[in-house]
Structures are given as C-alpha cells and as structure tokens.
T-cell receptor, first 112, second 117 residues
Framework: RKEVEQDPGPFNVPEGATVAFNCTYS??????FFWYRQDCRKEPKLLMS???SGNEDGRFTAQLNRASQYISLLIRDSKLSDSATYLC?????????????FGPGTSLSVIP | DTEVTQTPKHLVMGMTNKKSLKCEQH?????MYWYKQKAKKPPELMFV???????INESVPSRFSPECPNSSLLNLHLHALQPEDSALYLC????????????????FGSGTRLTVV
C-alpha cells in the first residue's frame, strides 16, 4: 500500500459546482497534514493546513479523521481559477526536519 | 521575506557540462530540501539538510552533489547528467520544531526547469 493515496481523477466539473477530494495515509504516526495546490509548470503552493477539528478558509473546507487515517478537501462554488492539481501532504514530524510524504495528486478542471 | 528564491529559472546543459542550481531563503528556516519533479508526477525527495547538515540522501546518483554553505543557502551541483535527469528541480524550506514536534509544511521555490541535451 502506498503511504499516501488520493482519488485518481481527473475531476472535470462545471463552474459553481462543489467538488470533494479524498486522501488516505498509511502511517498512524503522522503528525500534521496539508493540502497543496500546483498549477501547470509551477511550484506547489500551500493551500491549507488540516486540523483535527476541521477548518475552513473561504470556499475551502478541510477535514481530518485520524481514526480512519483519512483527509478530505471540499471546494464549494468552483471557479475557473481553481483548475490545478491538488496534492495531499502528510508530515511525520518526528525529526528535526519535516519528513513529508506527497500523495500522487488529483487533477481538477473547472469548465465554463 | 516569505520566499524561497531559486536561480536560474531555466537551464539547458550538455551531458559533459558542470552547472549549479542555487536556492536562498531568509525566513530563518533550518531545514532545506531538494526535490525533483517529472511531468504529471508529485515531487520526489532528493536531499534534506537540517541545521546545515545533510540528513537524508534518497539514494541520489553522485552526479548530483548538494551543498549547504550556510543556513540561508542551498546549492545543487550537477555534473555529467543524463537526458533522463531533465525535470523541474524544486527547493523547499521549512520551520522546524525539533524532535517530536509538529511539522509546519514547506515553502517551495519556483523551481529550475532543467533540460539535459
């Protein structure tokens, strides 16, 4: 089993739709969790951290379920500019550096 | 300053050339990383420096040689590369909270797009 797995995608959704991405991780010792967004031919950029209580940032909501080792990202009212690859990132956080595992990414295309 | 700066942005080199990629951050981050990313794949870890010491080398071929001159700078020296080494090379840095601490995630540079001919 891969350490971090994501929905394979691609997701093609109309503008205004709600879309959800799922991510599972295998290491129960994982300390912290993030969603990154990567546009074509650009570097990954931090979208949001994922907290145990769930957190929201505008149209984006992230959830964490430690018992099921599962993370989700919900995007409401999709915009064309949301088209990107979304990377689930898990941090083991037990060393003096960030031991980070990337998921394979899920591609989103928002169409007019 | 909340950026990681990488130079050059693009590099074309022959298989016999020697070149270097540079990365700089002034956020006080004590962990720095080199990643390689091929098209439509997630970034793959190459090296980790923690407090200017090499902590991880993910079995990277010796034609890639990292260097961390100080806490703000990270270099990647390239020599005798192969065409399959063509990729986006990303530098990242992170704040660290020590052993057992919560991770803070990475700040990535914009990358160097390397083409080996």
């Amino acid at each position: 089993r891969k350490e971090v797995e994501q929905d394979p995608g691609p997701f093609n959704v109309p503008e205004g739709a709600t879309v959800a991405f799922n991510c599972t991780y295998s290491n129960s010792a994982s300390q912290s969790f993030f969603w990154y967004r990567q546009d074509c031919r650009k570097e990954p950029k931090l979208l949001m951290s994922v907290y145990s209580s769930g957190n929201e940032d505008g149209r984006f909501t992230a959830q964490l379920n430690r018992a099921s080792q599962y993370i989700s990202l919900l995007i409401r009212d999709s915009k064309l500019s949301d088209s990107a690859t979304y990377l689930c990132v898990v941090n083991l956080g037990k060393t003096s550096y960030d031991k980070v595992i990337f998921g394979p990414g899920t591609s989103l295309s928002v169409i007019p | 300053d909340t950026e990681v700066t990488q130079t050059p942005k693009h590099l074309v080199m022959g298989m016999t050339n020697k070149k270097s990629l540079k990365c700089e951050q002034h956020m006080g981050h004590r962990a720095m990383y080199w990643y390689k990313q091929k098209a439509k794949k997630p970034p793959e870890l190459m090296f980790v420096y923690s407090y200017e010491k090499l902590s991880i080398n993910e079995s990277v071929p010796s034609r890639f040689s990292p260097e961390c001159p100080n806490s703000s700078l990270l270099n990647l020296h390239l020599h005798a590369l192969q065409p399959e080494d063509s990729a986006l090379y990303l530098c990242a840095s992170s704040q660290t909270s020590g052993l057992g601490g919560r991770g803070y995630g990475y700040t990535f540079g914009s990358g160097t797009r390397l083409t080996v001919v």
